[in-house]
């Protein structure tokens, strides 16, 4: 197990060491950082000077070391918009965004498992041909689209809910404030996660659905029904537990997408998230931002991935953990 | 009063252009505690036969007509909920492959706690007692162990035994087991067969053994079954079956052993192919492989009857009495 | 599905194209349909430049004094402008039948692109073996673990701070067909990695390498047909995805400029007036690029189902 630990920790060290190298390109090359702190008009020699202050300078190897030295100590940059520390402000964007997400996950989790099940337990049901017919349309219609057309409908034309913004939120712990103590709040997260759920939900119905009646083919499932054992207990504990397995490698990829699709349900929904505010930042040439970004989502990423690896290694049983670390 | 009686048994497999026959009335007896044997090649309908008992056709296949009667009730027209009480229960059934038997997430003991809590009112630990016993029965090592691992954990003759002590848990009249030793070690299959005849004779267990080894049936069973496409071709007891075999097909089954050939010859195998379900040729299915086939063996189907010891669907069999076997005149 | 119904094989696609595969075509109607659709948007949207009624990038065809009037069928509607027009007053049929045209030229170069870098290194990655194997294996798994859209947007993104939004805009097309293409070649690449691997162990292999065929005829010859059926299978798909990405991208602003709009760029452009009520900007091309996407996954479902190949999973 522990072998299996260092393995997979070494594996995403490796992984953020290529993203800091890449967000370190992007910072040499992207604006010019001496035009964002003093402006045109100064002379040559004492931009000279700056640069020399600056470590602009030094060798390449330098400026990197100094640049991941700085990152390990969470010093991100300043972002030339907000005239604060880079990691300061999407700390503050992150926990809208994670509320978007564990709003959206809510909702696939909830349903897609019911949905995909019954749907492989009863492929002939009128019920499951309207389920996967629905699921193609879903698959079918990109995440911003979906959030527009809900905006159209639910927002302009019947005017039930509000289309942008989290409405009232209440703070809970350092800079989280929740959209999920008060009903403004939930009024507001409402649409913006089943728009970020649309695209994954039927995704996950599908891959459900698929893994499940292979599994229901198994030999073990036949042989569980001719033990005698109830219906229920076959689909619950014999088939979804198999399921599930290649279910979790999947859905934690589908972590990353998400994380992208958050970028366009904020965009629409100007949810003050980080994606909302990355894409402002591109579009005011805020480097340290971006590249803070890049960082941070690079971070959500490996972290996840590292940790789906993990939970999948303690879920299956024929994954020996202690083996796959020699 | 026989256990388990079958009457005019025919199963279907519905295909996307056509519906083939797989078993085509088939009909057999089998009295409490007897152990019989069904054999033949692959494809015959030894294991159809077999889930059919327990009304365990997964699709396309299907029963189409026929009675099953187990201890006089009719499997064919119980309810799933009746089904569920006799399946694991009255008559288990052991499979194949022990490599994809055993669920391989669930634990040794959570599949046999399961299965005694589907059929009797029993708390986990009570379930455990029992399963622990059993597990000693088929001489499996600290049993208690064994309950917390999962089947990767173990080989595939443990797995084996598992799912014998699996089926003795609720202490069965009938077990159906099919091929159980094929996937398995041959040095390990002659130690799963004297376990399954001990505690079949020990604990008075019916027994239908589906296999394609003769062998086999001769040292453990009493009455032996020959299929052939679909069809029972000849049944009686399994001595005269091996001693004196009537069908050219057993008779053929029989030469191509190879305790029947001298050491250093080669085996005698029977020329060609069983037709596939979709392909059966009229007549006697077995008359292109035949050498004894004449006109009528090509045109009519063959009904089973009584001749000497054994029962045997073949239109020549007077013949083939009084005439000696050919090999024998070869030799 | 039954155990008695086996799949074709799929090392003759050839084959399976004139038997089994039209005999199961012509008796699924929404594959019937599906085709039929797409081919239809594909054949109006590739001839816009003959049938359109106006030229959405002829700046003198385009009169401001036009913008935002709706569809034909609804009040206020100007007869030539049959789906109205949008913000900038151009015609939103012609507009719409070029933006398509876009949207699938970008889908299918993108696609094409995946294919080749990914059979590429698949077929290297299978037949070296090895550390290389491993190597590229362990790239394919990392790059997929960060989804596409999520590096075609940092990449644009910093392309487009990079070279700013002129010259941006000018290579727009190049930009999403390279990043959309670079992104998710691990698909390809690991499907035909399993193959390479089940065929290398056949002996028509070591026979054809005893025969003294070097490696590059026997890997395209030998073992690539193969390949075909879930090549095919994971193109249909992709299509698709890669108009999905191509539009939001364009949403993002991070695409197609408005100027040179793709169906996704055109949505974007409309947003900005759902709210003012003109939302024909907007629905209109949303519904064609749904329509467009969905038939395309539709017969991509089909085709699964017909040509039932082991895909990789996982």
């Known amino acids: 197990m522990f072998a299996y630990l260092v393995k997979r920790v070494f594996q995403a060290i490796a992984v953020m060491f290529v993203i800091s190298l890449i967000a370190f390109a992007i910072q040499g090359n992207l604006g010019d950082p001496l035009r964002e702190l003093v402006g045109q008009s100064v002379s040559e020699e004492v931009r000279q000077q700056l640069r020399e202050e600056l470590g602009l300078n030094d060798s390449f190897l330098q400026q990197y070391l100094r640049f991941a030295g700085n990152a390990l100590q969470g010093d991100l940059g300043t972002s030339y918009f907000f005239k604060e520390p880079a990691l300061d402000v999407i700390l503050k964007k992150l926990p809208a965004t994670l509320e978007l997400v564990f709003g959206a996950t809510l909702i696939i989790i909830g349903l897609s498992v019911p949905l995909g099940v019954y749907t492989a337990i009863k492929p002939n049901a009128l019920l499951s041909k309207i389920i996967m017919g629905l699921s193609i349309v879903g698959i079918s219609i990109p995440v911003f689209l979906t959030a527009i057309l809900m905006i159209f409908v639910f927002s302009v034309e019947l005017g039930w809910l509000p289309s942008f913004g989290r409405g009232d939120i209440v703070p809970v712990w350092g800079y989280w404030e929740t959209n999920f103590l008060t009903a403004d709040g939930w009024a507001h997260i409402i649409l913006p996660s089943i728009a970020l759920a649309s695209i994954m939900l039927p995704l996950f119905v599908r891959l459900i659905r698929a893994e499940m009646m292979e599994v229901l083919q198994s030999e073990y499932v036949r042989y569980a029904t001719a033990k005698g054992i109830r219906p229920w207990r076959i689909y619950f504990v014999h088939a979804l537990k198999n399921t599930l397995l290649p279910v979790i490698t999947v859905g934690g990829v589908q972590i990353g997408t998400m994380v992208a699709y958050t970028i366009l349900t904020e965009t629409v929904f100007q949810w003050p998230g980080m994606g909302f505010m990355f894409l402002e930042a591109v579009n005011r040439v805020d480097t340290p931002l971006i590249v803070a970004y890049l960082i941070v989502v690079g971070f959500i990423f490996v972290v996840t991935n590292t940790i789906v690896d993990l939970i999948y290694g303690l879920v299956n049983p024929t994954v020996n953990i202690a083996r796959m670390g020699a | ?331 | 599905m039954s155990d008695l119904s086996h799949a074709p094989a799929p090392s003759r696609l050839q084959k399976v194209m004139d038997s089994t595969m039209m005999y199961s075509f012509r008796r699924n109607p929404v594959a019937v349909a599906s085709l039929a659709v797409f081919l239809v948007i594909a054949v109006l949207s590739f001839l816009a430049p003959l049938i359109a009624p106006y030229d959405p990038y002829d700046p003198a065809s385009i009169d401001l004094m036009n913008s935002e009037y709706p569809p034909a069928w609804v009040n206020g509607a100007l007869p030539e402008f049959v789906l109205g027009t949008d913000d900038q007053g151009r015609d939103l049929l012609s507009t719409i039948l070029y933006g398509t045209r876009l949207s699938i030229i970008i889908g299918l170069c993108a696609v094409a692109l995946q294919a080749f870098l990914g059979i590429t290194i698949g077929l290297v990655a299978g037949y070296v073996g090895g550390r290389t194997d491993s190597l590229l294996m362990r790239m394919a798994d990392i790059q997929l673990s960060f989804s596409t859209l999520m590096v075609a947007i940092i990449f644009l993104a910093v392309t487009q701070a990079l070279f700013g939004s002129e010259t941006f805009n000018r290579y727009a097309v190049f930009f999403l067909i390279a990043v959309i293409g670079v992104a998710e070649w691990p698909q390809y690449a690991r499907t035909v990695r399993a193959t390479v691997l089940a065929e290398k162990k056949k002996e028509y292999i070591d026979s054809a390498r005893v025969l003294g065929f070097g490696p590059l005829r026997i890997m395209i010859r030998h073992i690539l047909p193969n390949s075909l059926s879930p090549i095919f299978v994971i193109s249909t798909v992709q299509v698709a995805n890669a108009i999905i990405s191509e539009a939001s991208l364009s949403f993002l602003g991070l695409g197609m400029p408005p100027s040179q709009p793709s169906l996704g760029s055109l949505i974007s452009a409309g947003f900005d007036y759902i709210y003012s009520g003109s939302w024909w900007i907007t629905v209109i091309p949303g519904i064609v690029l749904v329509v467009l996407v969905l038939v395309i996954n539709l017969l991509g479902d089909w085709v699964r189902d017909v040509l039932n190949p082991k895909l990789y999973k996982g």
């Open chain 2, 1 to 331: 009063m026989s256990l388990l009686s079958v009457r005019d048994l025919t199963v279907k497999f519905a295909m996307r252009d056509q519906t083939v026959t797989a078993l085509n009335s088939i009909s057999f007896d089998l009295a409490k505690g007897e152990r019989l044997g069904i054999v033949g090649e692959s494809g015959a309908g030894k294991s159809i036969t077999g889930f059919s008992l327990m009304n365990l056709l997964s699709r396309p296949g299907y029963i189409d007509s026929g009675q099953i009667l187990f201890d006089g009730q009719d499997v064919v027209q119980m309810s799933e909920k009746a089904l569920r009480s006799v399946r694991g229960n009255r008559m288990a059934m052991i499979f194949q492959d022990p490599m994809v038997t055993l669920n391989p997430v669930l634990t040794i003991g959570q599949q046999m706690v399961e299965t005694l809590r589907a059929h009797r009112k029993l708390s986990v630990e009570e379930a455990r007692q029992i399963a622990i016993v059993k597990l000693r029965e088929v001489y499996i090592p600290s049993p208690e162990e064994r309950l917390e691992q999962y089947p990767h954990e173990l080989s595939g003759g443990m797995r084996q035994r598992i799912i014998i002590a699996i089926a003795l848990l609720l202490d069965p009249q009938l077990i159906i087991a099919d091929e159980p030793t094929t996937a398995l070690d041959v040095t390990i299959q002659a130690d799963i067969m004297e376990l399954m005849l001990e505690l079949c004779q020990s604990n008075q267990v019916g027994l239908i053994l589906i296999t394609h080894d003769l062998g086999v049936v001769s040292q453990m069973t009493e009455r032996t079954l020959v299929m052939y496409a679909g069809r029972i071709i000849e049944s009686g007891s399994t001595r005269s079956i091996i001693n004196d075999p009537q069908h050219p097909y057993t008779q053929g089954l029989i030469n191509a052993l190879p305790q029947q050939t001298l050491p250093g010859h080669q085996l005698r195998q029977i020329p060609g192919n069983m037709p596939t379900l979709a392909q059966v040729p009229p007549g006697c299915a077995f008359n292109p492989r035949c050498e004894f086939a004449t006109d009528t063996c090509r045109s009519q189907i063959p009904k089973i009857s009584q001749y000497g010891d054994v029962e045997v669907a073949c239109h020549e069999v007077h013949r083939l009495q009084t005439e000696p076997a050919r090999e024998e005149e070869q030799a």
